[in-house]
């Protein structure tokens, strides 16, 4: 069935460094740009990076740029985010999505999510 | 674009009528295509996010149709007609006119 399944979360101290992956299934992986989502224990969910259908580019919030990198392996079919120099404020659970109109096509609505992978950062 | 959801929390009686109100802080209709870059969500405990509608009012495939979206520019509703009780969930509202933001999400209950 079509399913997102993210993993490699944990606790890291501050400063540390984390690497996520998101194995997609069900789905024409190499279609779609896919991205990550956050929500921090009692806030809100925050949109955190986004990547083409074929990994030419990638986006990213400002709290975030230049210490996380997203990547793919559409041949593994699956969703990387790289998390360097990581601060207690990066402490959330870390969702894949994928978006919901293939290639480059109009809209980023969200049509499938993970159960995502909890990230504490924590010394 | 901030997204404000009301209310926080709603408790509504089994097969009535939930409404739940988004206000983008600036218009989120693209003029040339006429689409409201809107859509709603809904998070079950223990559930992956589900999506409910797309460009304010477009229903996902599978969704009920007791479940539409209404609105335009700054201001969008969801609406329930009859509340039922695997519909207790919390539901968000997006943006994706510019970037991607949230509303804080209104957690739904039954009366």
């Known amino acids: 069935q079509v399913q997102l399944v993210e993993s490699g979360g944990g606790v890291v101290q501050p400063g540390g460094s984390l690497r996520l992956s998101c194995a997609a299934s069900?789905?024409?992986?190499?279609?779609?740009?896919m991205h990550w989502i956050r929500q921090a224990p009692g806030k809100g969910l925050e949109w955190v990076a986004f990547?083409?259908?074929?990994?030419?580019?990638?986006y990213f919030a400002d709290s975030v740029k230049g210490r996380f990198t997203i990547s793919r392996d559409n041949a593994k079919n699956t969703l990387y985010l790289q998390m360097n120099s990581l601060r207690v404020e990066d402490t959330a659970v870390y969702y894949c999505?994928?978006?919901?109109?293939?290639?480059?096509?109009?809209?980023?609505?969200?049509?499938?999510w993970g159960q995502g992978t909890m990230v504490t950062v924590s010394s | 674009i901030v997204m404000t959801q009301s209310p926080d929390s709603l408790a509504v009686s089994l097969g009535e009528r939930a409404t739940i109100n988004c206000k983008s802080s600036?218009?989120?209709?693209?003029?040339?295509?006429?689409?409201?870059?809107l859509a709603w969500y809904q998070q079950k405990p223990g559930q992956p996010h589900k999506l409910l509608l797309y460009?304010?009012?477009t229903r996902e495939s599978g969704v009920p149709d007791r479940f539409s979206g209404s609105g335009s520019g700054t201001d969008f509703t969801l609406t329930i007609s009859s509340l039922q009780a695997e519909d207790v969930a919390v539901y968000y509202c997006?943006?994706?006119?510019?970037?991607?933001?949230f509303g804080q999400g209104t957690k739904l209950e039954i009366k």
């Open positions: 999505t994928k978006r919901n109109s293939a290639y480059n096509s109009d809209g980023d609505a969200f049509d499938i």
């Open positions: 069900g789905f024409t992986f190499s279609i779609y740009g």
């Open positions: 990547i083409l259908f074929d990994g030419s580019n990638g």
């Open positions: 600036q218009s989120v209709l693209y003029s040339s295509n006429n689409k409201n870059y």
């Open positions: 460009w304010a009012s």
């Open positions: 997006q943006q994706y006119y510019s970037g991607y933001t």
